[in-house]
């Protein structure tokens, strides 16, 4: 995996459904730098305190690492301050979910702020909803599986992508499937805006796409 920095990842439960979420791209909750809303959660902040605290690994069937996290705490390459980056040496060559990291905390339905930057071309990542559902984070791709896609569900909104070497921001609404006598009845939703923009409106995931190593759920066609 090319390496990835984050930083203000702000989680918010949320009692109603996804389509709640209406702002505009002036919106000071949206985009990069953007001001937690009241009742908002830090999950992420730049600093070793809070990774630890709020995140461990996914120890899935191509886990290769070890606690504690490894993923290293850096200067900001932008802004003053420090950021978090996916730099852990189980993953080298690509090795999908041999370093991956998950929050402590289970969230069922709920708002995301969180901003990435990726400093080299081909820089590839994801962020994760439940560990089931992913927002691709991939420079140079344009296609289903590419920039701000969720994973062959949309095509990629890379014309909102601010491009190498600066911050990006996904702002996502997501509600989670539901299910009645072990079986589903309501796919989940997915609202995003990225970088101010809203790319998806209520996008209704099929399923959990990928093999065992891509969450929780990888491979199963019923969400």
């Given at each position: 995996m090319k390496r990835s920095t984050y930083r203000s990842l702000l989680?918010?439960?949320l009692a109603g459904l996804a389509s709640c979420f209406t702002a505009s791209?002036?919106?000071?909750?949206?985009?990069v730098g953007a001001k937690p809303i009241s009742g908002a959660e830090a999950i992420l902040d730049?600093?070793?305190?809070?990774?630890?605290?709020?995140w461990t690994y996914w120890e899935g069937p191509g886990f290769n690492s070890s606690l504690p996290i490894k993923w290293k705490i850096v200067d900001d390459p932008v802004d003053p301050g420090t950021c978090?980056?996916?730099?852990?040496r189980a993953a080298d060559g690509g090795k999908y979910g041999a370093a991956d990291i998950v929050t402590k905390k289970a969230y069922?339905?709920?708002r995301l702020h969180i901003e990435?930057?990726?400093p080299q071309p081909g820089g590839n990542s994801g962020v994760y909803l439940q560990n089931r559902y992913e927002i691709?984070?991939?420079d140079g791709d344009r296609t289903k599986h590419g920039m701000g896609a969720v994973i062959n569900e949309t095509e990629s909104p890379y014309h909102a992508y601010n491009g190498l070497g600066k911050w990006n921001a996904y702002d996502l609404v997501f509600r989670a499937a539901r299910f009645k006598d072990g079986q589903r009845i309501e796919k989940a939703l997915v609202t995003m805006y990225f970088n101010g923009i809203k790319v998806h409106t209520n996008v209704p995931i099929n399923q959990v796409w990928g093999g065992p190593s891509s969450g929780i759920d990888g491979g199963n066609d019923g969400g």
């Open positions: 989680p918010l439960t791209a002036a919106d000071a909750s949206l985009g730049g600093s070793r305190e809070m990774l630890n605290a709020k978090v980056m996916t730099d852990d069922r339905d709920f990435f930057l990726i691709q984070v991939l």
